[in-house]
Every structure is written in C-alpha cells, then in structure tokens.
C-alpha cells in the first residue's frame, strides 16, 4: 500500500513537470523573463517559485534536510512581493532556475524513498503533503498556460483539438430540494477549504445543463448587454464603463464579426464551445438578461455530486473514478474548451453535462470557511482570503490538471478578473 503510494506519487511527480519543462522550454529567454500582463508573474519567476514551495514544505519540512538556497525563499514568496513587482526582483536567470528546481526534485525522489506514511503525522498522512505540493506545481501550470495565452507572438504550444458533439444536453435540468452532502472528509488530498464534510438543505433550483456558450453569449451581445445598465449590478456596470467592456478577453473585432486570438492563432469563434474569458460581472449580467441568475456554490456542487438514487454525494459527476480522457477536458490535453456536448460520459445522473473541466465556472457565493475549517497546514493557504472581494470559481477548465481538481475543489478570484480559463453556467429558483 505505502510503496503503491510511493509510486503513484513519483509517476505524478514526473507528469506534472512534464507539462512544466513544455511550458517554460518552448519559450525563448526573453520570454521566459518578460512579464506578459502585469496580472501574471514572468514565466521564470512561477517556476523557480515552484522549486521554492517543493523545498520548503517537502526537503525542509517533511524531509528534515538542509535548505538548498536559503537566499532565495524571501523572492519566491507570493505574500512578499505584488505580481506587478516581481520582474524588477533579482531573480533566478532561467539557466539557474532550471538547475534549481532540479536540484531539489533529486532530493525529493530521496525524501520520498525514505518517509513514512505515518497516519498519525497529519502533513504525510495517505502523502497530503506530497499531493499538496503536485497541486500547486499543477496551479501554476495553469497560471502558466494564462499567460501563455497573454503572450504575444507566434504560437508555440500545440495540441489536438477537442473532441466534438456527440449528445445534445437538455436546456435545464431540475434539483429537487433536499439535504446533500457538501465538502470532504475522505479525499486524501483536499485542502483546507474542501473540508469538512456538511450536510446543507439546497430548495429546488434549475440548473443549465451545460455552461453559457459562444453563441448564447453572442446574442447577448447582439442584443446589446454590454450597453444596457438593467443587467448589471452597480459595481459590474461601474466596472463594465471604467474597463470599456464590450466582449470576453482576447475577441477580436473585423469587418466579419468576432474572431479570438488562442496562444497566437487567431480562429472563427465556434458557437457550440463554452465561453471562457468572461469575468463574473459579465457573467452575472449575461444571467440576468436571461432572466436567470448564476447558481450558488452549494446548489453547483449539488449538482455535481449528488447522486439521487441513494442520496450520497459522489466524487464526480460520473462517479468516485479519476477523471479519464471520456469524461472530461482537463489538462491541457486540448487548448480549448470542447463544445457543449462533447463529454456524455462524464455528466450527472441528473444529466448535468461538463461541470468537471473546459471553463471554470463562476458561482454567486463568496469565499467563507465551512463549519469546523481548521486551517491546515498554514494560514495562507486559504484563512486569509476568507471574506475578501472574490467569488468562487467550480469544476475546473481545460488547462487544469486532473488531480487538481475534483467536485468539491474550491477556486476564487476577484470578480474582474477574466485572464483565467473562467466561463459559467446560469440557475434559477424552481418556485
Ligand atoms: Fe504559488
């Protein structure tokens, strides 16, 4: 059992730096060096950082060993310096960054040879400390792929588009009122926030059976939802005028009509996909000129995990398996988010299609804690955010890896930002 661990923890160890070394090798220095927006980091900065979070948490504390660069800890730390700031840091040049966090992935392989999986040491418990750290490399991996995405220039990253439509999901699916399991006790690798396991009584809501696509969110457009105060909230209209608001990120205007610009290619927009780059003003305005609204957190992961013929709450919409290539677009195996319909394996009992992978979905609720959170293992994981001005984000999208992420996975952003691969689906009260 421990060496099966051990071993699904170095085969996940060695994917996950995979798509790493892909997306800081197919960039030349310059780029790697550069920042891209000043929302994002420079490339070179988010892999020394993940270098830094492996030695800290896993040489240093779970290994016992000594620092492999002390001198740098203060430079990789998010809280101590702004996104903004970090390209004028003297930072790691890629050469020395590279060799850095292969340094410390040798000594990890020799911790991990050696721990013991004790169940009494919470931070190696069933390898928590080990997933946490795959979890972040995987994190950045999509904020990588972000800024790829921001980055200017010819394409580099290639991939197989996604697979096309083969069901038509249904236009809304009803949840019935009733209590559910929300959160996790269980999963041996959620965080703080995923926890604990809670029963919450959802009332009645319809949900749509799959997320908002290009050709739902164009005829917004046509109708003229960017220029019509009504839909929008005070603060997302006040934003939609300062920001000047007219499309999601990244479309581009001709003389035909939208196009959008996908790591360097610019393509026709296809109507059939989810759309992604929308932040939650613009989804919350979209929703209400629907004559919708977006769900709540807990009635999003009701509907991804309840299962109503024996009431228990899954761990996807498809059942307790991994998320495999039929259930799901995760990974960065496509660039793209699959049109609506592509994924009939991976829906709901209910029929609820894609709520695991293509576009984050953005969810009304605020980040708070569920009862009995106890911060583990630092404040900073998530304390700290709780009550500020985000709101969540669920399921994940295309460029998240699929161990990091799963039906009680708890993402949140503030509600302008729209860089991420964020997109959303609409409810409605069933009364
Ligand atoms: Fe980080």
Redesign the pocket.
């Known amino acids: 059992m421990t060496q099966d661990l051990r071993l699904t923890i170095a085969a996940e160890l060695e994917r996950t730096r995979t798509r790493t070394a892909l997306l800081t090798e197919t960039v030349d220095d310059d780029d790697l060096t550069r920042q891209h927006s000043p929302l994002m980091s420079p490339l070179v900065w988010d892999l020394a ?1 993940v270098g830094n ?1 492996e030695e800290l948490w896993l040489v240093r504390d779970v290994g016992g060993r000594d620092p492999v660069r002390h001198d740098i800890d203060e430079l990789y730390d ?1 809280f101590k310096h702004a996104r903004r700031d970090r390209p004028a840091l003297p930072l790691l040049k890629p050469a020395e960054a590279r060799a850095y966090v292969g340094q410390v992935r040798d000594k990890v392989f020799d911790v991990l040879d050696r721990v013991r999986f004790d169940s009494s040491e919470r931070l190696v418990d069933g390898g928590f400390a080990f997933g946490m750290i795959l979890q ?1 490399e995987q ?2 991996d999509e904020t990588m792929l972000a800024t790829h995405q921001l980055r200017t220039g010819a394409p580099v990253l290639h991939a197989p588009p996604p697979p096309p439509a083969v069901a038509i999901p249904a236009g809304e699916i009803l949840i019935k009122g009733g209590t559910f399991t929300m959160g996790t006790d269980t999963e041996p690798w959620a965080l703080d926030n995923e926890r604990s396991a809670h029963r919450v009584d959802v009332p009645a809501f319809w949900i749509d059976a799959a997320p908002v696509t290009n050709g739902d969110y164009l005829a917004f457009m046509d109708a003229g939802g960017y220029d019509d105060e009504r839909w929008w909230s005070e603060r997302g209209w006040a934003h939609r005028q300062s920001a000047g608001l007219e499309a999601p990120l990244h479309w581009l205007r001709d003389q035909d009509g939208w196009q959008y610009r996908r790591f360097g290619r610019i393509e026709p927009i296809d109507p059939a996909e989810p759309v992604v780059h929308v932040c939650y003003f613009e989804a919350e305005a979209y929703a209400a000129w629907a004559g919708k609204r977006l769900p709540t957190e807990a009635e999003w992961e009701k509907a991804a995990r309840w299962d109503p013929a024996t009431g228990r709450s899954r761990r996807f919409p498809w059942g307790d398996d991994p998320p495999g290539p039929e259930h799901a677009n995760l990974g960065q195996r496509h660039l793209a988010p699959a049109p609506v319909g592509a994924y009939p394996a991976g829906a709901s009992p209910l029929g609820v299609h894609q709520l695991i992978g293509d576009v984050w979905e953005w969810v009304s609720s605020g980040f708070e804690p569920y009862p009995g959170f106890a911060a583990f293992p630092y404040r900073e994981y998530s304390e700290v955010f709780f009550g500020g001005d985000y709101r969540m984000l669920r399921g994940g999208s295309f460029g998240t890896d699929t161990a990091a992420v799963r039906s009680t996975f708890r993402n949140w952003d503030h509600p302008i930002r729209r860089q991420i691969f964020s997109g959303f689906r609409c409810a409605r009260d069933a009364s």
């Open positions: 950082h979070q998010a972040h994190q950045h």
